[in-house]
């Protein structure tokens, strides 16, 4: 009995799928195998009865000879459209209705085998869940069919997906204004680069405006500047020769005058200069003190070689005069400075620190030992300076030096006589100031250190002082005592000097004749 019903509904599923595929099964012939079908339900009617109710069918075309209205023709196309749809959705609804019969039926047979019982229920319970699905979309897009059930079900539904949809929504909304924010910030970042941009081009712009500004300029300058750069140029050069000039002259004449004070006197050590001889004699005549003691003072307390010592050279200290209290409100003090020195004791030399006075200058030094330092009571009151003043004698007053205490050292009194006798300073003492000014007092220096070489042995070239000299290294020596020099021998001594009648020969002039020459004193001697 399983065998011949498989069989039959093995034949009937074949035919049906071979008349769902060909169109070509009656749905009568399917009626009467106890199948309901598209037809016997009115859902699908035959194409005969289509054409029996005077529808064109598909794809068909009117007359040629009748033309129809224009509205006509849109309002068949649409009918037309709408019946093609119809007629495809009414096949489309036979072929699955069929292939769902023929499913039953396959369902049916395997459920009466014992290997696939149950294969039927199962299939039907899958239908109804197909169905209800379908009528629950059906509900939810046509509400006005469905039962009050049915409603509220779906509004259920709908309320839970609309708070589902609500949070969508605000989470969509969310989203969407940090999309904005984002895309704001972007903006703003881009508006940023932008403006950066712009700024930077500007300034480009500018730099390269300026830069043709400073061409344009400098080229301008350049098309000017050959004749205003000559003009100024000129001027310039005006203005600098004249300044030239000026200084040039101010420091010429400033120049000689400046070494006209400070140059040596030939005869005497170097760093003696006429300003020092000048400011000696001038203490001489003021407060008697005699210039060449004086002279000698400086050569012996701050001689170092042929220079000064620093003592003398930086706080113009020519005679070592230490400092005192008393001496701060004096127009010659500069100030004090301590210095190391050597004293001699009891005949012991011992080496001692002590403040000296700073002065302003040389002159000013000289000037201050005679007016303050040999004014104290402990010089002006000794006998010995007392007779040298009245004498004018240079002797005399180093010995006067000496006893008062001025210096500590036992030979200090013949240094000062042997510094005298070398340089010729005693010839000092009887000159004014205004003789050595006008030169008078150089016949008298060169008298005097001939009179200081009488008894010195004549020797045929000699030229050394106290041993031997013939008569032109006599006459030589002696003018450069008076700082004047003159050539070796008498021939070229004749020839460098003025010729002048032997009734005009003042005291220092050179007597010559022929192969010998001699000097005047005087007095016809």
Known sequence: THLAKGTEAAAISTEASVAAK???VDAAEVARRARTDAVSTGLVRKSGDRRAEGRRP????????????????????????????????????????????AADAAADEADDSDELEGTGNAYRVSRAAMRAARREKATVASPE?????????????????????????????RAAE??????RRTWIRARAARASESAAAAKATGEAARKGAAKALAGAAGSAAGPVAGALSGILCFVLAVLVASQLVSAIFGFWKS???????????????VEMVEAALQCQEEYGHPAGCTLAQIICESGAGDHLSLLAERDKNLFGI???????????????????????????VVGIMADFTVFKGHR?????????????????????IRQAIAEKSSDKMAEGLKDAGYATSSEYVASLKSAMDAYGLRRFDDMSLEDFRSGAADGDAIVAAAMGQLGVPYVWGGTTPGVGLDCSGLTQYCYAQAGISIPRNSEDQAAAGRRVPLSEAKPGDILWRPGHVAIYAGGDE
């Open 259 to 273: 070494e006209a004070a400070k140059a040596s006197l030939e005869g005497l050590p170097p760093y003696i200069t």
């Open 145 to 173: 069919k469905a039962t009050p059930a049915e409603r509220a079900a779906t509004e259920a539904k709908a309320t839970k997906r609309a708070g589902k949809g609500a949070d969508a929504e605000a989470s969509a909304k």
């Open 322 to 348: 230490k400092w005192a209290s008393s001496f701060l409100g004096c127009p010659e003090v500069a100030g004090k400075s301590s210095w190391a020195t050597n004293e001699e004791y009891a005949g012991q």
């Open 22 to 24: 060909e169109g070509a």
């Open 58 to 101: 598909k794809g068909s075309k009117p007359r040629s000879d009748q033309p129809l209205p224009k509205e006509k023709c849109k309002a068949e196309a649409k009918d037309a459209d709408v019946a093609a749809t119809r007629e495809a959705k009414s096949a489309f609804q036979a072929r699955r209705h069929i292939a769902a019969l």
């Open 178 to 183: 940090a999309k904005r924010a984002q895309s």
């Open 364 to 384: 000013e030094c000289i000037v201050f030992r005679s007016r303050v330092l040999l004014a104290n009571a402990r010089y002006a009151g000794n006998p010995l």
